[in-house]
């Protein structure tokens, strides 16, 4: 359960980056906006391989 609160709170990260990225104003922002949402994605599969590893026994 905590892994879905995680991954919840960590999607809205995302999305703060991706809409940071979208209305930056200068390339430093749009660089911190694309990496935050960046992790975020890489993140969120990272849950996915952990859930079904759990699932599977390994």
Do not use: P
Request: avoid cysteine; glycine fraction near 10%.
């Amino acid at each position: 359960m905590s892994d879905f609160v995680i991954g919840a709170l960590v999607l809205l990260l995302g999305l703060l980056g991706l809409v940071a990225a979208a209305n930056a104003l200068d390339q430093g922002m749009a660089i911190f906006g694309t990496a935050l949402f960046l992790f975020a994605v890489f993140f969120e599969f990272w849950l996915v391989k952990k859930a079904f590893d759990r699932k599977s026994g390994s």
